[in-house]
């Protein structure tokens, strides 16, 4: 009965003891004697006890770090960057875990060597640009470390995921420095539009002088025009008028000089009415009046002449 119970004891404790409970999303490296033998997946798995030993479980989930270091530009200028890195186990095949579990000592020095490897790829790439370049270099930065590391991530059995580029920023320095060439540029560009809108404003008041110069010429000669054409034919009127007053003289029998002095003291009349308060001297003597008829006169030497002008009128 003890021998019973002894054995029943053995194998239950050996199967206790060979029994392995894989989490999900993690594998466990085999090993015999410390050499590798299997991967046991995630679930319950059994080993053979005291032989079998778990080497290492791995995670096969995504995992991320932060990285922040420094890196100088082709002039010398200090760039600080604060990066995400999202990394995994590329796959759980049998040679890719091997890769994992054997390639490294452990986690630590996996890091040390993945964090300098993304250091040194963004250092040599940022050494060729000038710090004007940097801040729209963004992708570009993240796709040449991709493309430097892909290889030799997987080398390791690992594949980079993601490389974020939270920050990039300059010395205190420079970037006063750059401040003062954004602020400058801002100035030098409100100059050049607020030089533009002068010149467009000036351009358009010119142009709206002129059009207003063109405007008040013409009406000036409309104006011009009208007032020949009144003058004309108040002319024309006067004309017609002497014409029929010097016809019915001669039919009437009577001197030129009444109706020239009738015309004389009209023309005073029209003055004393629309003078406007000003003064108008006029030398009413008997002297000045036969004057001025003798030389009114002589416009009009006979009946024929007034017949020829009543002519040239016609």
């Known amino acids: 009965m003890t021998t019973t119970i002894v054995v029943i004891s053995i194998i239950l404790l050996l199967i206790l003891t060979g029994v392995a409970t894989v989490q999900q999303g993690t594998v466990a490296v085999i090993t015999i004697f410390g050499k590798y033998q ?6 319950l798995n059994f080993r053979i006890p005291f032989i079998e030993k778990i080497f290492r479980r791995i995670s096969i989930q995504n995992r991320s770090i932060e990285l922040k270091f420094q890196a100088i530009t082709q002039d010398q200028a200090n760039v600080n960057f604060a990066a995400m890195l999202l990394y995994s186990v590329l796959n759980n095949d049998s040679q890719t875990i091997q890769n994992v579990a054997f390639k490294f000592m452990d986690d630590r020095n996996f ?21 004007s370049e940097i801040l729209q270099l963004r ?26 580029l939270n920050d990039i920023a300059f010395d205190e320095t420079i970037m ?37 110069i063109k405007i008040s010429a013409e009406a000036e000669r409309q104006a011009a025009q009208l007032r020949g054409q009144g003058v004309a034919l108040f002319r024309e009127e006067v004309a017609k008028g002497m014409a029929m007053a010097a016809k019915e003289m001669e039919n009437a029998n009577l001197d030129a000089s009444f109706i020239l002095f009738s015309m004389w003291t009209d ?31 002589s ?4 009946p024929k002449d007034m017949k020829g002008f009543r002519s040239d009128e016609n």
């Open 299 to 302: 416009l009009i030497k006979s």
């Open 111 to 131: 890091m040390q060597a993945l964090i300098r490897s993304v250091e040194g790829s963004v250092r040599a790439f940022v050494a060729t640009k000038k710090q």
């Open 38 to 43: 299997r991967i046991l997946r995630p679930g």
């Open 176 to 212: 006063r420095s750059m401040a003062q060439v954004v602020a400058s540029n801002n100035l030098k560009a409100a100059a050049e539009n607020e030089g533009q809108a002068l010149l467009i404003t000036k351009t358009k008041a010119a142009e709206a002088d002129g059009n207003a």
């Open 267 to 297: 023309a005073i009349k029209h003055f004393a009415e629309y003078g406007k308060d000003n003064t108008i001297f006029l030398d009413g003597s008997n002297d000045n009046l036969q004057r001025t008829m003798q030389q009114m006169m």
């Open 139 to 164: 992708s570009e930065i993240i796709f040449h470390v991709k493309d430097q590391l892909d290889k030799q991530l997987e080398d390791w059995g690992y594949h980079l995921l993601d490389l974020q």
